[in-house]
């Protein structure tokens, strides 16, 4: 079988790090899937409007290791394995993931054709193999049981510095929705596991968001952003002390 990209995600997510674990977790995230040319025929997302939500069927095309039998979930603390099929960990022998988003719209600007989702949970650049639409009858099964992962993760205050508050000010007009973007995302507390089992509150952390660097740090189970400031390089600045 030879799987061919059908379209290519335009993210706010520019690096793996501060990514939300699951979709739908930040519904500010906002993005687009474009068309490659072959598929750019918009009698293909004929009918979709009636549907809320969509599956998208996609590659973790960043994985730069391969797969092992066991991984570490976050949500058991990085500490404890269980089998990658017991998992949605990206390392996989064949490196498919399953996302479901909120369906925002169709856009034909020119030869491109766009559609526009929320709550995305994928990198910048993510090939799309296929869209399907989400079924609630069939899909959405109220009493499963989900193991070690049965609740959303309990959510992270999060406060803004002067510094920061001052930024976001500067930015109103250009980018009216980035604070509760941010917010949103550091909600979740997107540090590895390694540094919440022994957080070091002196550890200021970066993570790519849009156009921007966001500087922060955990200081007693609060989230503070340091600053905002526009990206001039391409080189994820994950964490330092």
Not at 145 to 169: D, G, I, K, M, N
């Amino acid at each position: 079988m030879q799987l061919h990209p059908i379209a290519y995600v335009n993210s706010p997510y520019k690096q793996k790090f501060a990514i939300p674990r699951q979709p739908n977790l930040v519904r500010e995230a906002e993005g687009e899937l474009l068309f490659e040319p072959a598929y750019a025929d918009a009698n293909a997302l004929r009918g979709l409007e009636g549907f809320s939500h969509l599956w998208l069927i996609f590659a973790f095309h960043a994985n730069a290791a391969g797969w092992s039998a066991t991984v570490t979930p976050p949500r058991l603390g990085g500490g404890t394995h269980v089998g990658v099929f017991a998992s949605r960990s990206p390392y996989r022998p064949n490196p498919l993931g399953l996302s479901v988003v909120e369906f925002a719209g169709i856009e034909q600007r020119g030869d491109r054709l766009s559609l526009r989702v929320r709550g995305l949970d994928l990198l910048d650049g993510t090939p799309i193999y296929d869209i399907k639409p989400y079924l609630p009858y069939a899909d959405a099964i109220v009493d499963a049981s989900a193991a070690y992962a049965a609740q959303a993760p309990a959510a992270c205050e999060v406060r803004f510095s002067e510094a920061a508050r001052h930024a976001l000010t500067q930015l109103q007009d250009s980018h009216p929705r980035l604070e509760a973007f941010i917010t949103a995302v550091l909600a979740q507390d997107p540090r590895p596991a390694q540094h919440v089992r022994h957080p070091d509150t002196e550890r200021v952390h970066g993570m790519f968001l849009l156009d921007f660097n966001i500087r922060w740090r955990v200081q007693h189970a609060v989230a503070w952003v340091l600053s905002i400031e526009p990206r001039t390089d391409t080189t994820p600045d994950h964490a330092h002390a």
